[in-house]
């Protein structure tokens, strides 16, 4: 019943904006953290953005600190990561990732987290 679904992923041109949505049922995970993660062929699945429960923790790749913000919405269960100033690297497929168990592991390792969304494709493209 635990699921996470991704949203508002497409096509944009380089330079524009995209806002990432990122719905949560079942469990209510109020108090549990949530991360961004994307992937691209050939490469390893990249943590983008973090958030604790309470929203008083953010944490970004360099690659997008300035451009990106992420936040969240628990009254309506969903995690957001607004996407400025697009570039062609940032296509991705884009996950959302939720962790319930205490661990020690860091916020950009995909182990830390247990429950996954399927994934939303964001394409960077003229």
């Known amino acids: 019943q635990v699921q996470l679904v991704e949203s508002g992923g497409g096509l944009v041109q380089p330079g524009g904006s995209l806002r990432l949505s990122c719905a949560y049922s079942g469990f209510t995970f109020d108090y549990y953290a949530v991360a961004w993660f994307r992937q691209v062929p050939g490469k390893e699945r990249e943590g983008v953005s973090y958030?604790?429960?309470?929203?008083?923790?953010?944490y970004y790749v360099d690659s997008v600190k300035g451009r990106f913000t992420i936040s969240r919405d628990n009254a309506k269960n969903t995690v957001y990561l607004q996407m400025n100033s697009l570039k062609p690297e940032d296509t991705a497929i884009y996950y959302c990732?939720?962790?319930?168990?205490?661990?020690?592991?860091?916020?950009?390792?995909?182990?830390?987290?247990?429950?996954w969304g399927q994934g939303t494709q964001v394409t960077v493209s003229s």
């Open positions: 990732a939720c962790q319930t168990y205490p661990n020690r592991r860091s916020w950009w390792e995909p182990l830390a987290y247990d429950y």
């Open positions: 958030i604790s429960s309470g929203a008083s923790s953010t």
